[in-house]
């Protein structure tokens, strides 16, 4: 990947732009806000008597409810009954089922006085994909078909997710349409999602004869990690539902590496038990007959641990490892984990059986201290009522981000990056440009504005300074990661520029270099001291512009107003100089030109026109010729005069620059429609680009 360089800028912010976001002045004159927030704790309680039946006819006022020793008001009580003796759903045939891709959806949150769920059994089915070789894909998938076909109740409600392309994609919400889940489970492309195929370095490790290379433990802790997120981002999407939700986890097994991983663990489990999940971890692999030294699928270990029994060994404890997280998973969350049994669809069975009549209790903490410590709860019966209780214990509570350690600051961003509702507590605009470096490859530069009076400004060392994260990720048409950025940038103030942040945005820009085609660029931006975050994401095409024939292949056409030199630069990661001027074409003799992302100017100001113009079929370098109009709806009011440009780089390209500096102070105040104008006098051919932008006074 070919970085360009990564700076940050402060300038003037426009009257349009200012109006975006309003927050309270850094002076403190604005006026005095008080705020306070509430805790809502849920819990789940099966009440059982000696016969193991469920205790009906319980009100709130039968229990009594402490958190650390202190009472708790119970303000939210219902009692669920699922009936638990129900024959199945007639049997569906293979061949009633239609076969069409359905689209994606999302789990939908329970509005007041909704009780679609009410005495029905909630059931997940999740598809880790990047877990699964394709013939335990192909198994998960049969086992659901089996369960949703013959073995499905009136009282259960089923939704589908899968966890592919890097993230949690949601394939139906709770549904009791059994054709609807069966079409879905239908259209699943086997295969289509592997990636994160974890490779070990121990005795086991196959003898291929290649030559040494890197370690692939980060990459084990890497993957395990983004695994247990996802499992946290679909507990976190059904939080939103009050009712107890069982989610069956399909996976061929999930091996920590070492305590790397504990952190995410814990954090994947306190989501699910915050959010009343319980997992149902399901071993697709099944019952597995294992070959001491392998099988024929890969090659045999070598070194003396052949014949020692040390590789024999280590193949036994990578699986037992495998298993023992999602055993893990299970005993932490109330679910129970499916391991050695070739009849997949049995773990669905144990999960439908295990939710049966429960009492739902909700109570707004008198602890609204956010501290991350566990909170323990004790629930218990009034009065002379026996009976066995069973719910959670306790829950962990919420956390201020000042008090995040680095490994939960990464998982929030990582977090935030996964969901599908993006999250915008920053106001974000980006630009995204590409231009061709040769025949196959574009540099896409990618720009950044951020108000300055939505960052806050932290102390350290008696300076003022900023600080922000970026995190982001381009994805192709496929929903594959092709290219990621992660940054963190802290930035240091004068005590003059440090005044004027609340009046000026701050630009980040990076690039990536792609190939011709359609992506999708998702960038999350985050004030490090308050933990704010903002989002922007937009789908963007790259043209392949060596099959243009009918018109002058063109780049993206950038307007600016500022030019800036690079040593005034308040932030810059690239080290090396000539490297920026021969990866980013907008840096030039040191200078680099900063796009207008909102494309709003002042009428005081230089408007700069940059773009490049491509003639890689001619045998010599032809003259061009190119102007820029101004319109007015479909009124013309200024037009420069046409420029001929012969200087073409000497590439193969024959990459020809385009550059106008036009003076705004001749326009009146208002929006114009901006056309740039490019003619190939001998070749006949030409090429226009128009964009709206605003002139302001």
């Known amino acids: 990947m070919i970085r360009a360089p990564l700076v940050l800028f402060l300038f003037s912010f426009t009257a349009l732009a200012q109006q975006i976001g309003q927050n309270t002045p850094a002076n403190g004159n604005g006026p005095a806000t008080f705020s306070t927030s509430s805790q809502l704790v849920i819990e789940t309680v099966n009440v059982k008597d000696k016969s193991g039946h469920a205790v009906e006819g319980l009100t709130a006022k039968d229990f009594t409810v402490t958190e650390d020793g202190a009472e708790q008001t119970i303000r939210f009580f219902e009692f669920q009954k699922v009936p638990e ?38 059931l997940v089915l999740y598809f880790d994909m990047t877990a699964m070789p394709p013939p335990d894909q192909l198994r998960a998938v049969t086992a659901a078909e089996k369960f949703i076909r013959t073995q499905m109740t009136p009282a259960d409600r089923m939704a589908l997710m899968r966890f592919e392309g890097g993230a949690v994609r949601v394939a139906s919400d709770f ?26 370095s121990d005795d086991s490790t196959p003898d291929t004869g290649a030559a040494f290379g890197q370690d692939d ?52 489990i306190n989501a699910a038990v915050r959010a009343g999940v319980s997992f149902w971890p399901i ?38 490892q495998s298993q023992d997280t999602l055993f893990a998973l299970a005993a932490d969350t109330g679910g129970k984990a499916l391991l050695d049994n ?81 999250i915008t507590e920053l106001t974000i605009a980006m630009e995204v440009d590409y231009f061709q470096l040769n025949r196959a490859e574009y540099f896409v530069p990618v720009f950044i504005k951020i108000p300055g009076r939505e960052l806050a400004l932290a102390r350290k060392g008696g300076a003022e300074r900023t600080l ?48 011709p085609g359609k992506y999708k660029i998702k960038l999350l931006a985050r004030d490090a001291e308050t933990g704010r975050i903002g989002t922007y994401e937009t789908s963007f095409v790259i043209p392949n512009l060596n099959k243009e024939l009918k018109r002058i292949p063109l780049s993206s056409v950038v307007l600016s107003s500022q030019r800036v030199d690079q040593k005034e630069a308040i932030y810059n990661a690239l080290k090396s100089k000539d490297q920026a ?17 909102t494309r709003v100017f002042s009428k005081n100001r230089q408007l700069y026109v940059y773009l490049q113009a491509y003639e890689p079929a001619a045998t010599s370098v032809e003259p061009l010729v190119a102007f820029v109009t101004f319109y007015r709806g479909q009124t013309k009011v200024f037009e420069t005069p046409p420029r001929s440009v012969s200087d073409g780089l000497n590439n193969r390209l024959k990459t020809m620059p385009l550059r106008f500096d036009l003076a705004l102070d001749q326009l009146p105040p208002g929006a114009y429609n901006c056309q740039v104008t490019v003619l190939d006098p001998s070749g006949q051919k030409a090429a226009f680009w128009q964009a709206p932008i605003v002139i302001v006074q």
């Open 85 to 122: 003796e129900v024959e199945a759903e007639p049997p569906i045939k293979a061949s009633s089922v239609p076969l069409r891709r359905l689209p994606e959806t999302q789990i939908a949150a329970e509005k007041p006085g909704d009780f679609r769920y009410q005495n029905r059994r909630l």
């Open 175 to 200: 549904t009791d349409n059994r054709e609807r889940l069966l079409s879905i489970l239908q259209t699943m492309i086997v295969g289509e999602s592997q990636g994160f195929n974890e490779t070990t």
């Open 217 to 268: 433990s980060e990459f084990n802790i890497f993957n395990t990690n983004r695994q247990l997120s996802a499992l946290q981002t679909a507990a976190k999407m059904l939080g939103q539902l009050s009712e107890k939700k069982s989610v069956l986890y399909f996976a061929s097994g999930l091996r920590l590496n070492g305590i790397d991983n504990q952190a995410q663990l814990h954090a994947t």
């Open 283 to 320: 071993d697709a692999r099944g019952l597995v007959a294992q070959a001491p030294l392998g099988d024929a699928t890969q090659g045999s270990p070598g070194g003396k641990g052949m014949y020692t029994g040390a590789s024999a060994l280590a193949v036994t404890n990578n699986f037992q």
């Open 342 to 422: 070739n009849d997949l669809s049995m773990g669905i069975v144990q999960a439908q059986k295990s939710v049966s009549n429960y009492y739902i209790l909700g109570y707004y903490t008198t602890n609204t201290t956010l501290d991350g410590k566990f909170r323990r709860i004790k629930i218990a019966l009034n009065g002379s009522i026996s009976a066995t209780l069973d719910y959670r214990q306790g829950y962990f509570s919420g956390k201020t981000f000042g008090k995040f350690t680095t490994a939960e600051k990464e998982r929030q961003l990582e977090d935030a990056l996964m969901l599908g509702d993006p």
């Open 468 to 515: 922000i994260d970026f995190l982001g990720e381009v994805k192709d048409d496929y929903g594959s990661t092709v290219q990621n950025v992660r940054d963190k940038v802290d930035i240091k103030l004068s005590g003059e520029t440090a005044a004027k942040l609340a009046k000026q945005p701050i630009e980040y820009s990076t690039g990536f270099t792609l190939l």
């Open 581 to 597: 001027e021969i990866t980013n074409p907008l840096v030039q003799d040191g200078q680099k030109l900063i796009p207008s992302v």
